[in-house]
């Protein structure tokens, strides 16, 4: 199967593209953006030298799926995904943060805590915790939204507000929205077997309303847990189970790379490429509780992608 990885289109009253780490963002006017999720895969900050095929399509339908499931939470910027590798929607400004919730010690967090820290984000955290420990209530640890081959930074509230990158009101909403965000996708992941463990969000602004954008409780922006193996894992003082895109980064680490200087991405073969993306899949039908169905990509990708974007951009 082909990846997209790349995109060229000039839609009809287009007035600029970004290009992220995933994602090919297109503004059509001063109301919207065309979001394409592209099959690039992106660990520590770096893009990865191969496409994984469907990657684009899970990301997106899962994103979409969990945007309609969450909207009487918070206004998202939705309006549309007409093609499985495709949402339209609102155009916003976005914060200059990202909201990083978390319910478990694991990950960067583990990492940070094993070296000695006991402070994340502003946030202290007690002695005696353990790898993949539940808190006593989940943690919002926000980091700044680095430009595309930066890397995010951890950044306090403290810090967010008296920088002036958001107001304290504002702060405070973002705050709210994230932790009631976390608390429908935990809910949603119980159902499913699973245990969200943490998360990212990123906010906008519209007409003085604030928005949810980008993608929401995907596995490029979420880790969880298996439900039913968590608390025997933990007791013997296992490696839990994950549903992430943990397990690229791990594979990352194994052959030498973690995004420092100087290093070098293993080469990824087509029996790794072919795995990444048979373990999105398997995530997608766990994380959804539904059968994945494969893109129809008998006729041109690139084809069916621009028609089904210019017929919805018709109709707004």
Same mark, same amino acid.
């Given at each position: 199967?082909?990846?997209?990885?790349?995109?060229?289109?000039?839609?009809?009253?287009?007035?600029?593209? %970004?290009?992220?780490?995933?994602?090919?963002?297109? #503004?059509?006017?001063?109301? %919207?953006?065309?979001?394409?999720?592209?099959?690039?895969?992106?660990?520590?900050?770096?893009?990865?030298?191969?496409?994984?095929?469907?990657?684009?399509?899970?990301?997106?339908?899962?994103? #979409? +799926?969990?945007?309609?499931?969450?909207?009487?939470?918070?206004?998202?910027? +939705?309006?549309? #995904?007409?093609?499985?590798?495709?949402?339209?929607?609102?155009?916003?400004?976005?914060? !200059?943060?990202?909201?990083?919730?978390?319910?478990?010690?694991?990950?960067?967090?583990?990492?940070?805590?094993?070296?000695?820290?006991?402070?994340?984000?502003?946030?202290?955290?007690?002695?005696?915790?353990?790898?993949?420990?539940?808190?006593?209530?989940?943690?919002?640890? !926000?980091?700044?939204?680095?430009?595309?081959?930066?890397?995010?930074?951890?950044?306090?509230?403290?810090?967010?507000?008296?920088?002036?990158?958001? $107001?304290?009101?504002?702060?405070?909403?973002?705050?709210?929205?994230?932790?009631?965000?976390?608390?429908?996708? #935990?809910?949603?992941?119980?159902?499913?077997?699973?245990?969200?463990?943490?998360? +990212? %969000?990123?906010?906008?602004?519209?007409?003085?309303?604030?928005?949810?954008?980008?993608?929401?409780?995907?596995?490029?922006?979420?880790?969880?847990?298996?439900?039913?193996?968590?608390? $025997?894992?933990?007791?013997?003082?296992?490696?839990?189970?994950?549903?992430? +895109?943990?397990?690229?980064?791990?594979?990352?680490?194994?052959?030498?790379?973690?995004?420092?200087?100087?290093?070098?991405?293993?080469?990824?073969?087509?029996?790794?490429?072919?795995?990444?993306?048979?373990?999105?899949?398997?995530?997608?039908?766990?994380?959804?509780? $539904?059968?994945?169905?494969?893109?129809?990509?008998?006729?041109?990708? %690139?084809?069916?992608?621009?028609?089904?974007?210019?017929?919805?951009?018709?109709?707004?």
């Amino acid at each position: 199967m082909k990846a997209i990885t790349r995109t060229e289109f000039d839609f009809k009253n287009q007035t600029g593209k %970004y290009v992220g780490k995933v994602r090919d963002v297109y #503004s059509i006017g001063n109301d %919207y953006l065309v979001m394409i999720a592209t099959d690039r895969i992106s660990a520590f900050d770096v893009v990865l030298p191969k496409g994984i095929p469907f990657k684009g399509q899970v990301l997106n339908q899962i994103a #979409s +799926k969990f945007l309609d499931l969450t909207s009487d939470i918070v206004p998202n910027w +939705k309006i549309a #995904s007409p093609d499985p590798m495709v949402t339209i929607g609102h155009k916003c400004v976005g914060y !200059p943060v990202e909201m990083i919730v978390r319910a478990y010690l694991t990950g960067s967090s583990w990492r940070a805590y094993k070296a000695g820290a006991r402070e994340i984000c502003g946030v202290k955290i007690p002695d005696g915790m353990k790898e993949h420990q539940a808190f006593d209530n989940p943690i919002v640890t !926000p980091t700044t939204k680095a430009e595309l081959g930066a890397h995010d930074e951890d950044i306090s509230r403290e810090e967010i507000i008296s920088k002036g990158l958001v $107001s304290e009101e504002e702060y405070n909403k973002l705050e709210e929205y994230s932790l009631a965000l976390f608390k429908r996708g #935990s809910e949603i992941a119980s159902e499913r077997g699973l245990i969200l463990v943490d998360t +990212k %969000y990123e906010f906008g602004k519209k007409d003085d309303t604030i928005y949810l954008i980008d993608e929401i409780h995907t596995p490029d922006s979420s880790r969880y847990f298996y439900k039913d193996s968590y608390s $025997s894992l933990f007791a013997k003082g296992e490696q839990q189970r994950q549903l992430s +895109k943990e397990f690229v980064r791990e594979w990352l680490m194994e052959n030498g790379f973690s995004g420092k200087e100087g290093q070098r991405i293993p080469e990824m073969t087509d029996e790794i490429v072919d795995s990444i993306s048979e373990r999105y899949i398997e995530l997608f039908e766990h994380i959804t509780g $539904s059968n994945f169905k494969k893109a129809d990509s008998s006729d041109d990708i %690139y084809e069916r992608i621009e028609t089904n974007i210019n017929n919805m951009l018709a109709r707004l």
